[in-house]
Every structure is written in C-alpha cells, then in structure tokens.
T-cell receptor
Framework: NAGVMQNPRHLVRRRGQEARLRCSPM?????VYWYRQLPEEGLKFMVY????????ESGMPKERFSAEFPKEGPSILRIQQVVRGDSAAYFC?????????????FGEGSRLTVL | GESVGLHLPTLSVQEGDNSIINCAYS??????FIWYKQESGKGPQFIID?????DKRQGQRVTVLLNKTVKHLSLQIAATQPGDSAVYFC????????????FGSGTRLSIRP
C-alpha cells in the first residue's frame, strides 16, 4: 500500500512563473490537507479538501494560490506568479475521514525554490 | 492560534538517557493532541496521540503527558537512540472548528554518542 505520493520532490522556478505541486493520497483516503513549512519552522495549515470540494482554505493566501482535488487524479496546489517568499517545503497529508485526523499520513514534501 | 515562526530550540541528550520534549499549546478547548517526528528531508511521522480527557498515554518507548491546567504537553522518550534524532512537533485539534491540525514550533532532538 503506497503512502502519500508527492511530486515533484524538488522544483525550481523563476519569479513570475507558475508552480504546480501534486499529491496522490493513500489508497482509500478521500481527505487531503496541504501544509507549508519554512526552514527551521513548524508546519502551517493551508487548505483542507475532499474530493471535488474545498472544505477549509483559511490558511491559503488570498492571491496567487489555489488548490483542487478532482474526482479523478491527484490533488494539485497551484502557485501563480511565484515570488521568492514562496520558497518553502509544501507537504500534503491524507486521511480516510475527518475523525482520523490524528492519523494523518504525510508525503515527503515538495521543495520549491524561487530564483 | 497558529504557530509563530521561530528558530527551532535544540535539546541535546546523551545516547541511552531519557529525553523530555515540552510543548505549550494555544487553545484550552482543543480536544486532541498529537506528537509528530520529522527527520531531515522527510515528512512528519505520527508518534503518539492523546485525547483531552486523558492525562497520560504510553507507547513503545514513548509517553505523552497532558496538563490541561497549564496547557502543557510533553513527550518522553526512554533510552534515547541515534535514530531518535529529528525535529519533534506537538499538534492540537479542535474538532468543532475545522479539521486542520495546528502545529507547534518544534524542538530539534540531538543525540550525543
């Protein structure tokens, strides 16, 4: 049973370009969470999605950031017109159902570097 | 509230000794608490959890203590091993407000041989 798969593991973008980060949850998991982590800091919640629905996006910046979790395919975190401050590790986690949030399974993260 | 970005505090422990990692959480109404371990370059890994109606829970080599009076959580690791080197985060959940986990700022555990 494969774990949470994130790709790419490393992504380099120039300022103004777009970054797309993908997350395939564990098999049977329909809840996906995205977190952002700066070096030497904790994880900050960004967005919580279920299939085809955004449940809580209170941690998402108002501009340039968007997330989706389509009926088919991985969840995608999209950052438009990236700036240097977007450089961070972005982690995806999945669970089977809401009450399992203590059993969130995390991917290995996607590390975005903006030049 | 959300964790504040700070440089990680470091705990240095002699191999074989017990480690105690502390965490102050923010919301007195939080229902559930978790400790995560994050090794360099990897995602967080669940270690142990505890519900707010408990004050102690034990796992294999790990014990979590919860003091709701002072909003304090601790993780005790017995007989610390080199493989325990990592950053440890406490996290809290308030079921009624959202399904997101709020992470603390983390502690880096360093093992001396």
């Amino acid at each position: 049973n494969a774990g949470v798969m994130q790709n790419p593991r490393h992504l380099v973008r120039r300022r103004g370009q777009e970054a797309r980060l993908r997350c395939s949850p564990m098999k049977g998991h329909s809840h996906v969470y995205w977190y952002r982590q700066l070096p030497e800091e904790g994880l900050k919640f960004m967005v919580y999605l279920q299939k085809e629905n955004i449940i809580d996006e209170s941690g998402m910046p108002k501009e340039r950031f968007s997330a989706e979790f389509p009926k088919e395919g991985p969840s995608i975190l999209r950052i438009q017109q990236v700036v240097r401050g977007d450089s961070a590790a972005y982690f995806c986690a999945s669970s089977r159902r809401e009450s399992d949030t203590g059993e969130l399974f995390f991917g290995e993260g996607s590390r975005l570097t903006v030049l | 509230g959300e964790s504040v970005g700070l440089h990680l505090p470091t705990l240095s422990v002699q191999e074989g000794d017990n480690s105690i990692i502390n965490c102050a959480y923010s919301n007195s109404a939080s229902d559930y608490f978790i400790w995560y371990k994050q090794e360099s370059g990897k995602g967080p890994q669940f270690i142990i959890d505890i519900r707010s109606n408990m004050d102690k829970r034990q796992g294999q080599r790990v014990t979590v203590l919860l003091n709701k009076t002072v909003k304090h959580l601790s993780l005790q690791i017995a007989a610390t091993q080199p493989g325990d080197s990592a950053v440890y985060f406490c996290a809290e959940i308030l079921w009624s407000s959202a399904s997101k986990i709020i992470f603390g700022s983390g502690t880096r555990l360093s093992i001396r041989p």
